[in-house]
């Protein structure tokens, strides 16, 4: 069973950036696809990024797509995430998940961190 914690968040203003981190312990990170996910009160969680094991293969969700950039590290176990260009409408909890079935967008993925909040504000 892999254990995720994320880092990064924090306050930005429009136009900024950010980089989160999700360092994976236990388990062969490798062996896992790992996504990017944020949530705001009162909404659905959504999925914003995805990559693929090895071949390092990467999804958006068409609100981040050109502006954000998810990438891993095998050798230190950790799934980070890009985030330029912010506005107010990026602000919510972003989660990093890992899956072992299958990977992408709309996958279903078996473990998840505590979450990391993003506020882009003025």
């Known amino acids: 069973q892999v254990q995720l914690v994320e880092s990064g968040g924090g306050l930005v203003q429009p136009g900024g950036s950010l980089r989160l981190s999700c360092a994976a312990s236990?388990?062969?990170?490798?062996?896992?696809?790992m996504g990017w996910f944020r949530q705001t009160p009162g909404k659905e969680r959504e999925s914003v990024a995805a990559?693929?094991?090895?071949?390092?293969?990467?999804q958006y969700a068409d609100a981040v797509k050109g502006r954000f950039t998810i990438s891993r590290d095998n050798a230190k176990n950790t799934v980070s995430l890009q985030m330029n260009s912010l506005s107010p409408s990026d602000t919510a909890i972003y989660y990093c998940?890992?899956?072992?079935?299958?990977?992408?967008?709309?996958?279903?993925?078996?473990?998840w961190g505590q979450g990391t909040q993003v506020t882009v504000s003025a």
């Open positions: 998940a890992a899956g072992t079935t299958t990977w992408g967008l709309h996958a279903k993925y078996d473990y």
């Open positions: 236990g388990g062969t990170f490798s062996g896992y696809a």
């Open positions: 990559i693929s094991w090895i071949t390092s293969h990467v």
